[in-house]
């Protein structure tokens, strides 16, 4: 998501995601000669350890911030999107 949202002292982060976002289209019109499919997940915001070490106050409200939703992603979840 800090491709398409970059917050206040985060150039660099959210550049490297930019980088990801720009090469996936090209990436795969290259491999679509040998059926290859390429894409990317921007998967917002997700129950981590380093969520999990915040307070659960914290926790809640970044997970009022999800549109819909309105909690943090389970890693569960997005295995299944990953697979898919």
């Known amino acids: 998501v800090a491709a398409f949202e970059g917050q206040i002292g985060q150039a660099a982060y959210s550049a490297s995601k930019g980088g990801v976002v720009g090469m ?3 990436i795969a019109r290259d491999l679509s000669r040998e059926f290859i ?3 990317t997940i921007a998967p917002g915001l ?3 350890p380093l969520l999990g070490s915040l307070p659960q ?4 409200s970044l997970g009022k911030q999800v549109p819909h939703p309105a909690r943090l992603g389970d890693p569960d979840e ?3 999107l990953a697979v898919h």
Request: net charge neutral; proline share 6%.
């Open 24 to 26: 996936t289209l090209p």
């Open 37 to 39: 499919r390429v894409c």
């Open 46 to 48: 997700f129950k981590t």
């Open 57 to 60: 106050e914290a926790q809640d």
């Open 78 to 80: 997005y295995g299944m």
